[in-house]
């Protein structure tokens, strides 16, 4: 068995630095711009198997071992969620149902800031639970330039749009990042969040609307914006603490967008707002290739499609929110995981890294057993409803078998970076680097809650995503909240919530954003227009996080 070093160097500073050599390496090569996440991710593994053998003293085998097991982590369940869920996504466009959506919401209201609430915020945040990692920017990006919205309004207010859902997007798989490096149970790390993040979804609608059309044009249609956010929040609290972490975008965005429809047919505003431009200097509005609309008699509409055509394009995602709804329940994983479970503690590695003071009060063996239990995998549910949904759209099962094969193929450099992004995280956990930056962190003292969540904030903003930034400082937020004497689960579900509101300004995102709304070579001109929403809006989760972590009222609310 081999004991954690903390201190190798035995100078906190020079070990400090030495255990952040990984991380700093990844994120500077991401930030950088000239290095692919993939290959950034597997040049930053090799460099932690070198910092944890040669400086750290791990042994060889533990670490690679370590690696391995978290590549089989990153693949199952984290990977094979994306793979399955953008698998159903390319079916649905292949099949013609996604035009069909986009078309039908075009029709649904005129006014350009009730279109936003309705694309931008509750079908985005649909799409984010569903696929999320860039899917709900392209799709709501490339639906408001259809719509006639100018490309930077298209592509910056879908990004700041795209933050409240995100640390459950892609079926949760954020929080099971999470889960998978700090050891705590997803179902408490998704209650936890869920008692952040719902206050933002009040604020961000309003700061959405705010941004486009100035605060006159918000307080036009402030009752539908409260509709719009207080039928987001309770969901997605209600259902992150009392079912599972899994289904809470879909959820509540379905219910979002019903009660948004439904207001919508009972209120009108008094005045339209037909500008597809930004209140403030929007350069961007001579670079549309076809005349913006002028007025609300004559709006850059979709064609009209019957209800039947609008039902079938929402087949796919009723039998995915149906199955992946009872695929998270409880009873369901006590059904079929004792049947249908291959438990491997990882010979070499099982309880053979021992954690030690002052990291924990006595020696402790740290377990490495990897749980397949394949049937019940969230992903696997998303597998069986892309199968149903696919044969309901006429799918042969020829074509659904290449079909699936092609999305593997679309989607190769994200499964490698999800498995290099988890290896190096697991590594970190079993080599006790992340205990090293997690003893220096501690450093701040009584403000950790609030730098804490900015943590996660440049995680994601460096990373681009939510899962990545959970994987590398969830570690970390465990041991630095330990030492501290503050919650734990507290702070890694802050990593999550404030690691949300760097989404708007990772490069993936902004790229994302500039391709699907054609306005190929202007990133910059993104990143400026969203860069100081992000600040303001991470700042605001680190000061929620300050009060849950010392004012009385909120900490038993926590806790409780």
Known sequence: MWSQVYNPFNNATLSTIAAAIPVVLLLVMIASGKVKAH??????????????VFLFTMPTGLATRAALFGVATGMFPIG??????????????????????????????????????????????????????????AV???????????????????????TAPVAFGALGAPIQGLASVTGFDPY?????????????????????????????????????????????????????????????????????????VGFMRIWHPKEIWTSPALRTRDDSVGTLTRPAPLSAATPTMTPQVDRGEVFRA???????SVIVAIWGTGWF???????????????????????????????????AV????????TGTGVLIAAIIAGFVMGFSPLRLITAWFETIWVLRYSLITIAAMLAIGTLTRFSGVDATLGLAFAGTGILYPFFGTLLGWLGVALTGSDTASNVLFGGLQKITSNQLGLSPILMAAANSSGGVMGK???????????????????????????????????????GLVMLQAYVHPFTEMVLH
Not at 92 to 108: C, D, K, M, P, W
Not at 370 to 377: D, E, I, K, V
């Open 504 to 542: 708007m300004i990772d490069a993936q995102s902004i790229v994302v954003a500039s391709t699907a709304t054609n306005w190929f070579g202007h990133e910059g001109s993104i990143l400026r227009f969203v860069f100081w929403h992000s600040i303001v809006l991470a700042c605001l989760v680190g």
């Open 188 to 260: 408490v790390l998704g209650a936890m969040v869920g008692r952040q993040l719902p206050f933002f979804s009040l604020i961000v609608p309003f700061w959405l609307i705010a941004v486009f059309a100035g605060l006159r044009g918000m307080m036009q249609i402030w009752p539908a914006i409260l509709v719009c956010g207080v039928s987001f929040a309770i969901p997605q609290f209600l259902i992150s603490n009392y079912i599972n972490p899994w289904i809470v975008d879909i959820g509540a965005s379905l219910i979002c967008m019903a009660c948004l």
């Open 80 to 137: 094979w969620i994306i793979l399955n869920v953008i698998f159903l996504y390319r079916l649905t466009v292949e099949r013609g149902y996604f035009a069909t959506l986009q078309q039908s919401v075009g029709n649904i209201t005129t006014d350009r800031r009730l279109q936003l609430l309705l694309v931008a915020f509750a079908f985005g945040a649909f799409f984010e639970g569903a696929g999320g990692f860039g899917t709900p920017v």
């Open 333 to 367: 994983k006590a059904l079929v995981n004792p049947i249908f479970t291959w438990s491997y503690p990882v010979p070499g590695l099982h309880n053979m890294v021992q954690k030690v003071a002052p990291i924990v009060a006595n020696p402790t063996a740290e377990p």
């Open 370 to 377: 990897f749980a397949f239990t394949y049937l019940s995998y």
């Open 39 to 52: 290959i950034a991710a597997v040049i930053a593994l090799l460099a932690a198997i070198a910092v944890s």
């Open 140 to 162: 709501t990006g490339a639906i408001l330039i259809g719509l006639g919205f100018s490309p930077l309004a298209a592509s910056g207010l879908s990004l700041i749009a795209n």
């Open 314 to 320: 929402w087949v796919p995602w009723i039998i995915l």
